[in-house]
């Protein structure tokens, strides 16, 4: 398909555009998009056009302390381009995403964010549980901003978005509201 693409083009009497034939990218889009793979990241870094973006970006992400995908970090793509404070900010950013995901790591897997979330409703314990991992991941050193930091609150998040996602989505079916309802206290 994409060679039908190319041959088309060229038939026009067009030419690709310079991200393929200049920079060797397999395809074109944002700069540093979070599709893209290494050798697509790579070329987008060739481009000096784009080096104050991979540097805003890099500083963006070692901020927030996650990584660019997954665990791929941005800022390794192309260190060369960076200073070397944005590339100790970088190093500071891995250990505090490390410490950060040791932290988050005590959430039991049946609490974590998955399709049709939540499943369960936490029990007191589970709430307070998460609220310690909130307050501690909001006063570790990325700074996150997070609410329900007690065991009510946890609670209390879990329940309004539990009954707003049933008032919402009511085209979703009886079926996915009634599962639901043996989750929610009656109100």
């Not at 030419?15 to 540093?32: D, K, M, N, P, Q």
């Not at 964010?113 to 369960?120: M, Q, Y």
């Not at 936490?122 to 310690?132: D, G, R, T, V, Y």
């Not at 979703?172 to 929610?184: D, L, T, V, W």
Request: proline share 4%; net charge negative; aromatic share 8%.
């Amino acid at each position: 398909m994409v060679e039908e693409v190319f041959g088309e083009i060229a038939e026009a009497g067009l030419a690709l555009h310079e991200a393929y034939t200049r920079y060797g990218a397999s395809r074109v889009s944002c700069a540093f998009c979070i599709m893209s793979s290494l050798d697509d990241l790579r070329a987008a870094a060739g481009c000096a056009d784009n080096h104050d973006l991979y540097r805003e970006m890099v500083a963006l992400k070692a901020a927030s302390t996650f990584a660019f995908q997954g665990q791929r970090w941005l800022a390794d793509v192309s260190p060369n381009l960076l200073s070397p404070a944005l590339q100790a900010d970088v190093e500071r950013a891995k250990t505090s995403a490390l410490q950060r995901q040791t932290i988050e790591s005590e959430i039991p897997t049946h609490l974590l964010f998955t399709a049709g979330w939540p499943t369960v409703r936490p029990s007191a314990e589970e709430a307070a549980l998460l609220a310690s991992v909130r307050t501690r991941v909001m006063t570790h050193p990325c700074q996150i901003a997070i609410a329900a930091t007690t065991r009510a609150s946890a609670a209390t998040v879990w329940i309004a978005w539990n009954f707003s996602y049933m008032r919402v989505s009511p085209e979703k079916g009886n079926e996915q509201a009634h599962a639901r309802e043996g989750m929610c206290p009656a109100g």
